[in-house]
């Protein structure tokens, strides 16, 4: 079982998994897109997908990440900031969405927020719609 997937590339992945490995969560490796059947074998407990970073729809990724990782705490990490948005992740299957204005403490603890209490979304998206 790896602890913890990141589902993006680049600078942002890297600093995903070193966040995720600081908080306590354990190792993180980053993968270019959702293979729901690697993600299945791995079992990872937590799963961030950098939604501007992975080619696959982010809805859809997360219907099906939810549906072969029901107990795992999945979040996206987002610079779309508005209500709507950040409900229609959580309607898909995110546990948690994280904005990427957010510092490295602030994703650690909302990730942690959310895998004691199953649902977590930044304030940045307080925003209505607009």
Do not use: N
């Not at 993006?8 to 998994?17: D, N, R, S, V, Y």
């Not at 600081?22 to 799963?47: H, K, S």
């Not at 948690?96 to 602030?106: D, F, M």
């Amino acid at each position: 079982m790896t602890p913890c997937i990141v589902v993006g590339t680049g600078p942002e992945a890297e600093l995903l998994c070193e966040t995720l490995a600081d908080a306590g969560f354990g190792a993180a490796e980053a993968i270019d897109r959702v293979d729901v059947a690697r993600l299945g074998a791995l079992a990872p407990a937590v799963v961030v997908v950098d939604a501007e970073r992975v080619t696959d729809d982010v809805l859809e990724a997360l219907r099906m990440m939810r549906f072969v990782l029901p107990d795992a705490t999945i979040g996206v990490y987002t610079s779309r900031y508005d209500r709507s948005w950040a409900a229609a992740c959580h309607r898909a299957g995110a546990s948690c969405v994280l904005s990427k204005r957010s510092a490295r403490l602030q994703i650690a603890a909302a990730l942690r927020r959310a895998a004691a209490y199953g649902v977590y979304t930044d304030a940045d998206f307080d925003q209505p719609p607009g």
